[in-house]
């Protein structure tokens, strides 16, 4: 149980283009999901807590308008890079937390990955 | 939490030997703490977990030591196999039932020598 999918997997895209991450909980519903980022040989940042029905929430730092997170339901969030750079290359990973007495607290299930290249 | 470096610190041992992997925290008010496993290419795998009123637990090949006194968790693997090679990360969660944001240490990658 607790399986989280990623979508896709790697994406390749031109400067200025938006490309869309899906994230899916496969087994279970989840009112909370969270999008993080991590580059190359280093540990994962959070960057906003995704709230089914509600907006997300960013962590300092991070462009709301930039990345824009939609939770439309209880088994999926989607995270949109928007007018994507170079800069934004990086692994995204987003995890998700099975509802309250469905396991260990906090526990949280992550998808794959995905792997951002913008030329 | 702790600071993200550029560098994974590196542990490597021989096939069949324990590993142990540290990990200190800095929030005093954490009161859970899981480890991970990051396969390359891969999202972070649960391993095993702790609450902040124990300080062991054992799973299948693995250990969880917290010591609160000086914010210290060890992850130990018995028996390792090459298949344990991977980054392993340490993170911490704070008090209350809200609290569902994790925080991940810098990680450790950790090979396995055949």
């Known amino acids: 149980g607790a399986v989280v999918s990623q979508h896709p997997s790697w994406v390749i895209c031109k400067s200025g283009t938006s490309v869309k991450i899906e994230c899916r909980s496969l087994?279970?519903?989840?009112?909370?999901m969270f999008w993080y980022r991590q580059f190359p040989k280093q540990s994962l940042m959070l960057m906003a807590t995704?709230?089914?029905?509600?907006?997300?929430?960013?962590e300092q730092g991070v462009e709301k308008d930039k990345f824009l997170i939609n939770h439309a339901s209880l088994t999926l969030s989607t995270l949109t890079v928007t007018s994507a750079h170079p800069e934004d290359s990086s692994f995204y990973i987003c995890?998700?937390?099975?509802?309250?007495?469905?396991?260990?607290?906090?526990?949280?299930?992550f998808g794959a990955g995905t792997r951002l290249s913008v030329l | 939490g702790e600071s993200v470096g550029l560098h994974l610190p590196t542990l490597s041992v021989q096939e069949g030997d324990n590993s142990i992997i540290n990990c200190a925290y800095s929030?005093?008010?954490?009161?859970?703490f899981i480890w991970y496993k990051q396969e390359s290419g891969k999202g972070p795998q649960f391993i095993i977990d702790i609450r902040s009123n124990m300080d062991k637990r054992q799973g299948q090949r693995v250990t969880v030591l917290l010591n609160k006194t000086v914010k210290h968790l060890s992850l130990q693997i018995a028996a390792t196999q090459p298949g344990d090679s991977a980054v392993y990360f340490c993170?911490?969660?704070?008090?209350?039932?809200?609290?569902?944001?994790?925080?991940f240490g810098k990680g450790t990658k950790l090979s396995v020598i055949p």
């Open positions: 929030n005093s008010a954490s009161d859970y």
């Open positions: 995704s709230n089914e029905g509600s907006k997300a929430t960013y």
């Open positions: 993170a911490e969660t704070g008090a209350g039932a809200g609290s569902y944001q994790l925080t």
């Open positions: 995890s998700a937390i099975p509802p309250q007495g469905e396991g260990p607290k906090n526990i949280q299930y």
């Open positions: 087994d279970f519903q989840a009112t909370t």
